[in-house]
């Protein structure tokens, strides 16, 4: 069985995930039915801002990103751009010119923004820009920012937990993907996957795993934590709920 991929390219600043571990599920029926609002809202939102068919977004992939116990997502964009030409690269995981959309649910979270230039191999800060997201809001991220300038600038994002200590929030993004991958049905377990690149990319998802599957590092004592991290979930959401 073949089902859209996304996070499965090789860029070291990009969301990645290891394929070795990921499960692609299909979309339960709420979860279509959010997607065909999402479709909807950002054609709309396109019309009233003067640039209808701008986009394709017709988005076929959703992936949900869980945060607690001050877990975030560090700087990174979306597609990554070639330096030396200053388009897009090919092997991206999402569509080129396409927006991803996120939608909150739970506690408020911070998504910053920072246009920065590229001096040499650093990435230089120059501004950056915060928003709140809180429960039942909808972000929609603009290509147009990721894209590089003559100086090379361009805006690279992040999140993280406005309440570090006690927050929880499950955001799912829509994205219009191009890249499709096989996995097994019953279990939804990518066939031979493998850490994307030959580098940086493939040594981060190495070491991550490493202390995964001998519990050091971070996953020091998960095992006897999962209980309670699961029950501080649960309880984060239950208030949402009423």
């Given at each position: 069985?073949v089902?859209t991929?996304c996070?499965q ?10 394929p ?9 029926p709420q979860?279509?039915?959010?997607q065909?609002l999402?479709?909807?809202a ?5 019309v009233?801002?003067?640039?209808f068919?701008i986009f394709?977004?017709?988005?076929n ?6 945060h607690?116990n001050?877990?975030k997502?560090g700087?990174?964009v979306?597609v ?5 030409t ?5 092997n991206?995981s999402q569509?080129l010119?396409?927006p ?6 739970g506690d408020?979270?911070?998504?910053e923004f920072?246009k920065c230039?590229?001096r040499?191999?650093k ?7 915060r928003f709140?997201q ?25 999140s993280?937990m ?15 993907v191009?890249?499709a991958i ?8 990518v066939?031979d996957?493998?850490a ?18 001998n519990?050091t ?10 209980g ?5 979930i ?9």
């Open positions: 069985m089902r991929a996070a390219g090789t860029g070291v600043n990009s969301i990645g995930l290891d070795r571990c990921a499960k692609i599920h299909h979309l339960f979860l279509s039915d959010l065909k999402v479709i909807t950002v054609k709309q939102f396109c009233d801002n003067n640039e068919g394709y977004c017709e988005f992939h959703v992936s949900a990103k869980l607690f001050d877990k997502t700087w990174h979306d990554t751009q070639d330096k030396a200053g388009k897009a690269k090919p991206n569509m010119n396409t991803a959309v996120i939608v909150s649910f408020a979270k911070v998504l920072m230039c590229s040499h191999n990435v230089v800060p120059e501004e950056a820009l709140f809180t429960s039942g809001t909808v972000a929609l991220l603009d290509p147009r920012d990721e894209e590089h300038d003559k100086k090379l600038a361009h805006w690279m994002h992040r993280y406005l309440d570090k200590e006690n927050g929880v929030s499950m955001t799912p993004m829509f994205r219009v191009q890249k096989a996995v097994k049905p019953a279990a939804a377990a066939v996957g493998k994307g690149g030959e580098g940086a990319k493939k040594k981060k998802m190495d070491a991550a795993r490493n202390h995964l599957e519990r590092g971070q996953h020091t004592d998960c095992d006897e934590r999962h309670a991290i699961f029950k501080k649960r309880t984060g959401f239950d208030k949402h709920s009423k």
